[in-house]
């Protein structure tokens, strides 16, 4: 298999440029309150992803995960609060647009799919070094000297991702000719060729069988523990929150009522209570 070492060697770069020690906070959300309206989504939220762990959102449906989610990647301002990157120095994030963000080293994937289905796989995932290029219109149009040796580099990388992903038999496939499970693994695909610091993922198994569970769980771990890329994510099985993430912060309401390693969150007797009442509403 292989491990991703051009993004390894991008994530070695960046931190080469900082004192983040591996366990120290990269990504801190402090009193972050968001309203729609007269809708209170996120209020007072406060957590701390630490650099190199795997950091999972819970809660029941409507709890304001996927809200916060979209204030870290730049889709959503809060009106109070404070988000910081640290990822060789200190980036703010709440007044950024999502293009800053993703060249900060913040990369995101959605809920729902967000792929271009009649394009292929290799250009799908093309599309997530566009932050990277730097090559101006007339040599990109032309397609010569430093276009064309940037675009070399770029395919490379990008084949480098498609075999992490297990992808060579459908990179020049349409992606909207592929089975669920297989997008989805596109769109971690795209995210990686941002080659992120953070990898921010919302619900990266919705909707998959436990063999394509597994899989993605394991590409995760991979990505984690391999390239030390942290990662974010929302997740409702609870099984698999358990066994890859170290770090649990649980919402309810828009606001945090438990935060902490994962068995000690699951003892939780708000965290029972907010689930065991989704439960009876249903």
Request: hydrophobic residues 45%; contains cysteine; charged residues 25%.
């Given at each position: 298999?292989?491990?991703?070492?051009?993004?390894?060697?991008?994530?070695?770069?960046?931190?080469n440029g900082s004192s983040l020690e591996r366990?120290?906070?990269?990504?801190?959300?402090?009193?972050?309150?968001?309203?729609?309206?007269?809708?209170?989504?996120?209020?007072?939220?406060s957590l701390a992803v630490r650099q190199g762990?795997?950091?999972?959102?819970?809660?029941?449906?409507?709890?304001?995960?996927?809200?916060?989610?979209?204030?870290?990647?730049?889709?959503?301002?809060?009106?109070?609060?404070?988000?910081?990157?640290?990822?060789?120095?200190?980036?703010?994030?709440?007044?950024?647009?999502?293009?800053?963000?993703?060249?900060?080293?913040?990369?995101?994937s959605f809920q729902n799919i967000e792929l271009?289905?009649?394009?292929?796989?290799?250009?799908?995932?093309?599309?997530?070094?566009?932050?990277?290029?730097?090559?101006?219109?007339?040599?990109?149009?032309?397609?010569?000297?430093?276009?064309?040796?940037?675009?070399?580099?770029?395919?490379?990388?990008?084949?480098?991702?498609?075999?992490?992903?297990?992808?060579?038999?459908?990179?020049?496939?349409?992606?909207?000719?592929?089975?669920?499970?297989?997008?989805?693994?596109?769109?971690?695909?795209?995210?990686?060729?941002?080659?992120?610091?953070?990898?921010?993922?919302?619900?990266?198994?919705?909707?998959?069988?436990?063999?394509?569970?597994?899989?993605?769980?394991?590409?995760?771990?991979?990505?984690?523990?391999?390239?030390?890329?942290?990662?974010?994510?929302?997740?409702?099985?609870?099984?698999?929150?358990?066994?890859?993430?170290?770090?649990?912060?649980?919402?309810?309401?828009?606001?945090?009522?438990?935060?902490?390693?994962?068995?000690?969150?699951?003892?939780?007797?708000?965290?029972?209570?907010?689930?065991?009442?989704?439960?009876?509403?249903?």
């Open positions: 298999m292989v491990f991703l070492p051009e993004l390894t060697r991008a994530y070695r770069h960046n931190l366990g120290a906070t990269q990504l801190e959300v402090k009193d972050v309150s968001l309203r729609f309206g007269g809708v209170q989504a996120l209020e007072d939220v762990g795997i950091h999972a959102v819970i809660g029941p449906n409507g709890a304001g995960k996927t809200s916060l989610l979209n204030c870290i990647s730049g889709l959503y301002r809060p009106q109070r609060g404070s988000i910081a990157l640290q990822n060789g120095k200190r980036h703010e994030l709440t007044k950024a647009r999502p293009s800053r963000i993703a060249k900060w080293g913040v990369a995101r271009f289905k009649h394009m292929t796989v290799l250009e799908n995932l093309m599309l997530g070094r566009h932050t990277h290029m730097r090559h101006n219109v007339l040599t990109a149009l032309l397609y010569w000297g430093p276009a064309e040796r940037q675009e070399i580099r770029e395919r490379e990388l990008v084949e480098e991702v498609v075999d992490f992903l297990e992808l060579q038999a459908f990179r020049k496939q349409e992606v909207g000719r592929l089975s669920y499970g297989f997008q989805k693994r596109v769109e971690l695909g795209r995210a990686l060729c941002i080659q992120p610091a953070v990898l921010v993922l919302d619900e990266p198994m919705a909707g998959m069988n436990t063999e394509e569970k597994e899989d993605m769980a394991r590409f995760i771990l991979d990505v984690n523990e391999l390239a030390g890329v942290t990662v974010v994510l929302i997740e409702h099985d609870m099984g698999v929150v358990m066994d890859i993430s170290d770090r649990v912060t649980v919402l309810d309401f828009g606001r945090v009522i438990a935060d902490g390693e994962p068995a000690q969150v699951s003892s939780d007797p708000a965290v029972i209570e907010a689930y065991l009442g989704e439960q009876r509403a249903a």
